[in-house]
């Protein structure tokens, strides 16, 4: 069940079109956005192909930019790696390539994505480079890039707006296991994803 859940979602081929011109923009003007703006960008995505509701569809958003997605077991610190190279056609029938640490929950699974897709959008120079490769290691995870990815992840997979809304449905009051527990299971992201942004909305049980 939670595999099927991880890999659903469908987006269209209109917005497909009008994902890749806003990412193209992004990728433009990425060196002005700071971590501030992650929310913003976040929405702009989510508003672009009118995505509303929790479970946000993560691996069709990367097929919509022509990502192949694959699992494949790694080194527990490592959660999943970009390969952005011409080389990967030969194997993966594409250039571009997100791979998941299988050992993962699939809470994690979708946050590395949505990780990785930040380091896509601003640290990948698209007009000067033909070749990215970046290791998403949660040992390592004090660099700039590293928190703008990670905030960034955050607000695409669990949008403040939306967010709250679905606290006001889980909150158990006093009981923080059980909310945290709720709000996992409705954004389909890890516990500790949860409890990271209840901290960063300043939102108590």
């Known amino acids: 069940m939670a595999g099927r859940r991880l890999w659903q979602g469908i987006i269209m081929v209109k917005d497909i079109r009008e994902m890749s011109e806003l990412v193209g923009e992004i990728q433009q003007n990425r060196n002005k956005y700071t971590i501030e703006d992650m929310p913003i960008i976040a929405q702009k995505i989510l508003d672009k192909l009118e995505i509303s509701k929790p479970e946000i569809p ?33 194997n993966f ?27 896509y959008l601003f640290d990948f120079d698209v007009s000067n480079s033909i070749v990215y490769y970046n290791a998403y290691n949660t040992m390592e995870a004090e660099s700039k890039e590293e928190q703008r990815a990670n905030f960034f992840a955050a607000n695409l997979l669990m949008p403040e707006k939306l967010f709250r809304e679905e606290f006001k449905k889980a909150v158990v009051r006093n009981n923080l296991y059980f909310t945290v527990e709720k709000l996992s299971n409705t954004f389909l992201v890890s516990r500790e994803a949860v409890r990271r942004r209840l901290v960063e909305l300043s939102l108590e049980v």
């Open 93 to 119: 029938e594409s250039g571009k390539v997100i791979a998941i640490n299988s050992k993962d929950n699939v809470g994690h699974q979708r946050f590395t994505m949505a990780h990785e897709l930040a380091h």
């Open 58 to 90: 993560i691996v069709a958003i990367m097929k919509s930019l022509k990502f192949q997605v694959i699992s494949a077991e790694m080194e527990d610190e490592i959660s999943g790696i970009i390969g952005i190279d011409d080389e990967l056609n030969r």
